[in-house]
Every structure is written in C-alpha cells, then in structure tokens.
C-alpha cells in the first residue's frame, strides 16, 4: 500500500522560512510528479509546486522567488523549501504524487495526510 509521509511545518513570522519534506513508501514502479499544494481556511486546495522526474518544477504565481522544491529519486522524497514566508501562505499543505505501482497500472495521485503551516505577522 502506497503512503505519503510528510514532515515540517510548524508556525513562523513573517519572514522565516519553513521546510517540509514528503517520503513515498510502499509497491511504487515510478513516480512521474510529487508537488505540494495547500488549502486556507474557506478556499479551495490549490498547487504550490511540483516537480517532474527530470527535476523541472512548477510553481504558482504566489510563491515563485519564495519557495524552492526538490526531490531525490532514489529516496522517492520530496522537499519543500519556503523562504520569506507571508501570512497568506497560512494553509495546510498536503504531499501529492502521481505515480504508477506496477508498470502497467495507470497512473494514480495519492496525498499526504497534510501538515499546518502558520505564519504570524
């Protein structure tokens, strides 16, 4: 069974930065994508980043010049790096792979449990 771990997150000001890290686990063939997207209070979940297995990222509007996301093939991991954080990126932000279990299977998105971040002004 495939799970996403996620670690990080926790409350900073504005300014600081915050990590989150995101492992897969479990019968996984490939992951073509793990990204991170987030959910405010009242608003929709939406994307953050994601990266793609050549190591391309995408980012939203918000955030790029702020956040950096990487990840290690070998460890199936993912990181999110959130530098000069602003109290409207308080959110829970979930893990997100699309992956493919054996190499006939289409691929599937699983998530993470999510983690909270909170940034004070």
């Known amino acids: 069974q495939v799970q996403l771990v996620e670690s990080g997150g926790g409350s900073v000001q504005a300014g600081g930065s915050l990590r989150l890290s995101c492992t897969a686990s479990?019968?996984?063939?490939?992951?073509?994508?793990m990204g991170w997207y987030r959910q405010a209070p009242g608003k929709e979940r939406e994307l953050v980043a994601d990266?793609?297995?050549?190591?391309?990222?995408t980012y939203s509007d918000s955030v790029k010049g702020r956040f950096i996301i990487t990840r290690e093939n070998a460890k199936k991991t993912v990181t999110l790096q959130m530098n000069n954080l602003k109290p409207e990126d308080t959110a829970v932000y979930y893990c997100?792979?699309?992956?493919?279990?054996?190499?006939?299977?289409?691929?599937?998105?699983?998530w993470g449990q999510g983690t909270q971040v909170t940034v004070s002004s």
């Open positions: 479990g019968s996984i063939w490939s992951i073509p994508t």
């Open positions: 990266i793609i297995s050549d190591d391309t990222p």
């Open positions: 997100n792979a699309k992956l493919r279990e054996t190499w006939r299977r289409a691929l599937e998105t699983y």
